[in-house]
């Protein structure tokens, strides 16, 4: 660093002027201070009064300051919390996807569980009031009293549940609702019991409440349904929460009844056991399945945490809109939660909310419609791949997912690839072959099987099943099924 000054005025002025330069103790360091010091007559305002101009100097000085800090790394890590949880395959996938149909190839997207269909027109057109009518404000965080209202109704109505309004949490989706209950009631060391096949982000959801998923493996043979005696076995006193899905994602299975009736029977011996019921597929069930509710079985509602919403059923995933249903401690909870990290719903997708739950009996003629061209789509897949080797398959009575068992063709060579030794490798290479996106099944917890969705129009799955079979033909069984 360099310090210059031009001094103005007589040398022989009384003044003496001095440049101080202090270095930093490293070698590195080279901010440079300048002080003055001057010997100039002590003058009070008073005596300035009459006194003529006198002449002063002027001093200039250039100073290029450097730092005195040495460059240090800042520190990157992160939560153990964060560092415990795996990034969704689902998006993950779907993404990848996306970004190749940007680059020009012509992939076929079977990964994300989203409906192709538009959103009933009639719950579009609430929003659109909405707007129009400027109800664009911030609604109370619980959600608002209409909405609550409309939403007991139709608990009590199509679930034979009852609940008063303040027992519902509107929140931003139904992963919200999932992700508030488990922080709410889990401690750390606690156990969250989740059958296998499971969705992607209860796992992770249970990590990052601290607490520890404890897995519990079903069977194809079984429609992948929880085996009660497997479930009693497992339990411990560290357990807090039972997951159940029903309809399932990702294997579309039903709980029928009489098995929910076992599964309370156990859950009702101890006491500390909640059960987080995830139910946003309920309205998407092929007969002769039918829905039941955990929560209205005898003595399940005081220890049950019912989550639903309206992304699935009325093609609303953008919405973003979403509710749980349980006693008021847990609500409040959960609410208090909420309430810090996104307050209340969209206002405007609340109103669509009503619009949707005023549609019916189920969503009515609209969801109806949806459903029926979804049962169509599964049994054009269950035909289709019945007929290829080696594939194992539980014929799905809900939801829109086939997984299917796809071990037989694991261990094959392929000339050009590499090894098929798992989902994954299976799924890269029916992406690469087939240009087909599907999720591998050790996402869900079960490394034998692929999802396909199937919330995409016939043409486009009759598309992407001659792209499977043709990647497939080269393939034989490495195993006899």
């Given at each position: 660093?360099?310090?210059?000054?031009?001094?103005?005025?007589?040398?022989?002025?009384?003044?003496?002027?001095?440049?101080?330069?202090?270095?930093?103790?490293?070698?590195?360091?080279?901010?440079?201070?300048?002080?003055?010091?001057?010997?100039?007559?002590?003058?009070?305002?008073?005596?300035?009064?009459?006194?003529?101009?006198?002449?002063?100097?002027?001093?200039?000085?250039?100073?290029?300051?450097?730092?005195?800090?040495?460059?240090?790394?800042?520190?990157?890590?992160?939560?153990?919390?964060?560092?415990?949880?795996?990034?969704?395959?689902?998006?993950?996938?779907?993404?990848?996807?996306?970004?190749?149909?940007?680059?020009?190839?012509?992939?076929?997207?079977?990964?994300?569980?989203?409906?192709?269909?538009?959103?009933?027109?009639?719950?579009?057109?609430?929003?659109?009031?909405?707007?129009?009518?400027?109800?664009?404000?911030?609604?109370?965080?619980?959600?608002?009293?209409?909405?609550?209202?409309?939403?007991?109704?139709?608990?009590?109505?199509?679930?034979?549940?009852?609940?008063?309004?303040?027992?519902?949490?509107?929140?931003?989706?139904?992963?919200?609702?999932?992700?508030?209950?488990?922080?709410?009631?889990?401690?750390?060391?606690?156990?969250?019991?989740?059958?296998?096949?499971?969705?992607?982000?209860?796992?992770?959801?249970?990590?990052?409440?601290?607490?520890?998923?404890?897995?519990?493996?079903?069977?194809?043979?079984?429609?992948?349904?929880?085996?009660?005696?497997?479930?009693?076995?497992?339990?411990?006193?560290?357990?807090?929460?039972?997951?159940?899905?029903?309809?399932?994602?990702?294997?579309?299975?039903?709980?029928?009844?009489?098995?929910?009736?076992?599964?309370?029977?156990?859950?009702?011996?101890?006491?500390?056991?909640?059960?987080?019921?995830?139910?946003?597929?309920?309205?998407?069930?092929?007969?002769?399945?039918?829905?039941?509710?955990?929560?209205?079985?005898?003595?399940?509602?005081?220890?049950?945490?019912?989550?639903?919403?309206?992304?699935?059923?009325?093609?609303?995933?953008g919405w973003r809109l979403g509710y749980l249903a349980a006693p008021k401690h847990f609500t409040t909870a959960c609410g208090k939660i909420q309430s810090q990290l996104t307050s209340g719903a969209s206002s405007i997708s609340q109103k669509a909310g009503v619009a949707a739950l005023g549609m019916g009996y189920a969503g009515g003629e609209a969801v109806s419609t949806m459903v029926k061209a979804f049962k169509e789509r599964r049994d054009y897949l269950?035909?289709?791949?019945?007929?290829?080797?080696?594939?194992?398959?539980?014929?799905?009575?809900?939801?829109?997912?086939?997984?299917?068992?796809?071990?037989?063709?694991?261990?094959?060579?392929?000339?050009?690839?590499?090894?098929?030794?798992?989902?994954?490798?299976?799924?890269?290479?029916?992406?690469?072959?087939?240009?087909?996106?599907?999720?591998?099944?050790?996402?869900?917890?079960?490394?034998?099987?692929?999802?396909?969705?199937?919330?995409?129009?016939?043409?486009?799955?009759?598309?992407?099943?001659?792209?499977?079979?043709?990647?497939?033909?080269?393939?034989?069984?490495?195993?006899?099924?």
């Amino acid at each position: 660093m360099a310090a210059s000054s031009s001094l103005q005025g007589s040398p022989s002025n009384a003044s003496r002027h001095q440049f101080v330069g202090a270095k930093c103790s490293s070698h590195s360091d080279i901010f440079r201070s300048v002080s003055f010091s001057s010997h100039l007559p002590d003058f009070s305002l008073k005596s300035l009064e009459n006194t003529k101009p006198i002449q002063t100097q002027r001093i200039t000085a250039v100073v290029r300051p450097v730092s005195c800090y040495k460059q240090m790394e800042v520190d990157i890590s992160l939560s153990p919390r964060v560092n415990s949880v795996k990034p969704s395959k689902t998006v993950a996938i779907t993404d990848q996807a996306r970004a190749l149909l940007e680059a020009g190839v012509p992939v076929i997207g079977l990964a994300v569980g989203e409906p192709d269909f538009d959103t009933p027109a009639v719950i579009a057109e609430a929003g659109i009031n909405a707007i129009r009518e400027g109800y664009t404000r911030y609604t109370p965080n619980a959600g608002t009293l209409e909405l609550r209202k409309a939403i007991c109704h139709k608990l009590k109505e199509e679930n034979g549940i009852s609940y008063t309004p303040d027992q519902i949490l509107v929140s931003n989706g139904a992963k919200q609702s999932v992700l508030q209950a488990m922080v709410a009631v889990c401690s750390p060391g606690d156990e969250v019991i989740i059958p296998a096949p499971y969705w992607v982000s209860y796992p992770e959801i249970a990590r990052l409440a601290d607490a520890t998923p404890v897995i519990l493996s079903t069977n194809i043979s079984e429609n992948f349904l929880l085996d009660p005696e497997l479930l009693e076995s497992k339990i411990t006193d560290k357990s807090r929460v039972l997951i159940l899905c029903s309809p399932s994602n990702p294997t579309g299975s039903v709980y029928p009844r009489k098995l929910l009736e076992k599964i309370a029977q156990i859950v009702a011996r101890h006491p500390r056991l909640l059960v987080l019921c995830d139910e946003i597929y309920e309205h998407i069930i092929y007969a002769p399945a039918t829905h039941t509710s955990f929560a209205s079985l005898p003595g399940m509602w005081e220890r049950t945490l019912t989550v639903n919403g309206f992304s699935k059923a009325f093609a609303m995933t953008g919405w973003r809109l979403g509710y749980l249903a349980a006693p008021k401690h847990f609500t409040t909870a959960c609410g208090k939660i909420q309430s810090q990290l996104t307050s209340g719903a969209s206002s405007i997708s609340q109103k669509a909310g009503v619009a949707a739950l005023g549609m019916g009996y189920a969503g009515g003629e609209a969801v109806s419609t949806m459903v029926k061209a979804f049962k169509e789509r599964r049994d054009y897949l269950v035909e289709s791949f019945g007929e290829l080797d080696g594939v194992k398959m539980s014929e799905p009575q809900g939801a829109f997912y086939l997984f299917l068992d796809f071990s037989s063709y694991y261990g094959m060579e392929v000339e050009g690839f590499g090894m098929i030794k798992d989902s994954e490798s299976l799924c890269r290479y029916l992406l690469e072959k087939a240009q087909v996106a599907l999720v591998p099944g050790d996402a869900f917890g079960d490394d034998r099987c692929v999802r396909i969705s199937y919330a995409t129009s016939l043409s486009t799955l009759r598309a992407a099943m001659d792209k499977i079979k043709k990647a497939l033909i080269s393939l034989r069984p490495a195993v006899p099924v």
